[in-house]
């Protein structure tokens, strides 16, 4: 087996690891399948990626400072009492000040602890930070009236920083995740259900920096077929040597069946080593951002807010959605009449495709799209149903990769996304959202019932959170519970989110069908 681990000048070197560096114990539970084939990267995410942004936040502030500066001076000389070498100097020395309110803001520390945090989920803690460091500079200044700040030179110092800290924090992010050190080692207790789950789905998002390593199980559930060559490495109880003997980092708590004590023993056994630890907690399906954590005399009490959205709310999405689509359409519209020659130059048949898609509500509406297919592309469906991705799985999707059915446009305009652009005119007309469930065509919805059809409380949506995860890779019954879940925890700063988050994934999507 060959394990990676740093060398001297932080590049990963490879070490033959035989069978004698694991752990005795984990021979007599390790059923599945021999440990063999296992690549695993050591590193500290947590070191590196906290000195990369606080390299940024340094870079950023400086280059907002100095362009401030220039903008400024060459308006004419100094505007707030002071030079611009001594402004400077007094700058400079205010930068410790601006680390340690990044920290207090919890600017350095998520990085470790979540695996898909970005610099789109800080954004609002950074424009908030920002935002208060030049108020308070004012408001000193004027209190004391050392200096007289010109406000127009410090709304554009505001506007700067703001700026260059999320593009150097950007930047940082891009560097860090190229880097061995930012992969961490991880391993999950319990190979149930849901302990499989969660590998299937960390296996799919290698953009997490995440190299899970195993399963920890005295008694696992049946192996998933889609799960490599992830092993079962042992019972509970080699999950301190496994910890040691892999460089582990992160502990992954799933449904286990061991006892609760057993658990906790294994935990506290963890509290030398630098370790995260993770708990998929009980009722995950219905846990998402809005749930509070409360306690009544030490006990922590998970609070959970009504499932149902205020009107409030609901206006303001659609306020969000009426403004983004119009502003979308005017931007977009040289782009969409380029797309319809070419779909017109390229095949015969209409430029927009129509479909009837189950609406908010259980209204039905007709979706627009641009054709990307032959026509008469439905009458071949049952022709082509052995090349179905879910022949022998899922029955209620019907994907086929590389569609021998889709035209070379239709095929560039899928990679990108763009076919889906007319539905901004669903927007405006209310059927639709920008951010929302994943519209279904009829025979889809047929199989959504019971507590699942709460996922129609909000109208569909161009983008959700199945486009962000995966889009075609996500099966049919977690699409619907990542449904439900946006719905019953709606928040405007989430639709913000995963709007930011959609053309990265648009971008790093390889196939579209």
Known sequence: MAVKRPSSDGTAIGVAVGPAAVPDELSSAAEWRPLRDLSVVRGRRGWVVR?????????????????????????????????????????????????????????????????DHTTVDEFPSIFHFVTVAVWLFFAGSWITGLTDPNQPKLAT??????????????????????????????????????????????????????????FVDSAPKERRED????????????????????????????????????????????????????????????????????????????????????????LIKRGLDLTLAAIGLILCAPVMALVALLIKLDSSGPVLFTQVRM??????????????????????????????????GDSRMFKIPGDPRV?????????FSLDELPQLFNVVKGEMSLVGPRPLVLNEDEFVAAWARRRLSL?????????????????????????????????????????????????RQQDAY
């Open 407 to 415: 035209t070379k446009v239709g095929r560039a305009l899928r990679r």
């Open 359 to 392: 609406g908010a509500n259980d209204r039905t509406f007709r979706m627009f799209k641009f054709r990307t297919m032959v026509t008469g592309a439905d009458q071949q469906k049952p022709a082509l149903n052995h090349l179905n991705k879910h022949a022998n």
């Open 459 to 507: 109208r569909p949506g161009m983008t959700g959170m199945w486009q962000i995860l995966g889009r075609t890779d996500i099966p049919f019954d977690e699409m619907v519970k990542l449904d439900y879940l946006y719905v019953t925890n709606w928040t405007l700063a989430g639709d913000l989110k995963i709007l930011a988050r959609t053309m990265p994934a648009v971008l």
């Open 157 to 214: 110092f505001w506007l700067l920083a703001i700026s260059a800290i999320t593009g150097f924090r950007v930047t940082a992010r891009a560097v860090a995740r190229r880097r061995t050190s930012y992969i961490q080692n991880a391993i999950i207790v319990g190979a149930g259900d849901v302990g499989q789950l969660l590998g299937r789905k960390l296996r799919n998002h290698s953009e997490y920096g995440i190299n899970l390593v195993g």
């Open 227 to 314: 799960l490599g060559d992830l092993t079962l490495l042992g019972p509970l109880e080699s999950v301190p040597g496994l910890v040691r003997e892999f460089d582990v980092e992160r502990v992954i708590i799933a449904f286990s069946n061991e006892s609760h004590s057993d658990i906790l023993d294994v935990i506290r056994s963890l509290k030398d080593l630098e370790v995260q630890i993770d708990i998929v907690p009980r009722l995950f399906e219905i846990v998402g951002p809005r749930l509070n954590i409360n306690s009544v005399e030490g006990l922590p009490i998970v609070s959970i807010p009504p499932l149902r959205l205020p009107r409030s709310s609901r």
């Open 51 to 115: 000195r990369m942004l606080l390299a940024a936040d340094l870079a950023g502030l400086l280059c907002a400072f100095a362009a401030t500066e220039l903008l400024f001076l060459a308006q004419g000389g100094p505007v707030d009492g002071l030079s611009a070498s001594l402004e400077s100097i007094v700058f400079i020395a205010t930068l410790p000040a601006w680390v340690v309110g990044a920290k207090l803001y919890g600017l350095y520390d998520r990085d470790s602890q979540n695996a």
